[in-house]
């Protein structure tokens, strides 16, 4: 599976790994939006250090994300970001809106 999640004391941590793309961006966002509805985080971290392509996809994946956990009050962060999807995110000025590490 692309996405693999643990959560404890509201604090949900998911690595995404492969390609993250138009045809897997749904099932992506399906399950995050399950385990968000599930843990209700009030912090959520995206570890993308196995991802090894991404497209304006991910944009969609990882804004998506962020905005369910702001509803909730919670923080989002991005961790392990690779080169090719760093260009993608910051393009699109998500590192104005998450906290990467």
């Not at 404890?8 to 399950?31: F, K, N, Q, S, Y």
């Not at 985080?41 to 991404?54: A, C, E, I, N, S």
Request: aromatic fraction near 2%; hydrophobic fraction near 45%; charged fraction near 30%.
């Amino acid at each position: 599976m692309p996405v693999s999640c643990t959560a404890e004391d509201r604090v949900l941590r998911v690595t995404i790994t492969g390609e993250v793309d138009h045809h897997r961006a749904r099932e992506m966002m399906d399950v995050l939006d399950r385990e968000i509805d599930m843990e209700l985080p009030r912090r959520l971290t995206v570890d993308l250090g196995d991802v090894t392509f991404m497209d304006s996809s991910g944009i969609a994946v990882l804004l998506r994300a962020h905005r369910r956990v702001g509803l909730l009050g919670g923080t989002m962060t991005v961790q392990h970001v690779p080169d090719q999807a760093g260009k993608v995110l910051r393009a699109a000025g998500l590192d104005r809106l998450m906290k990467f590490e």
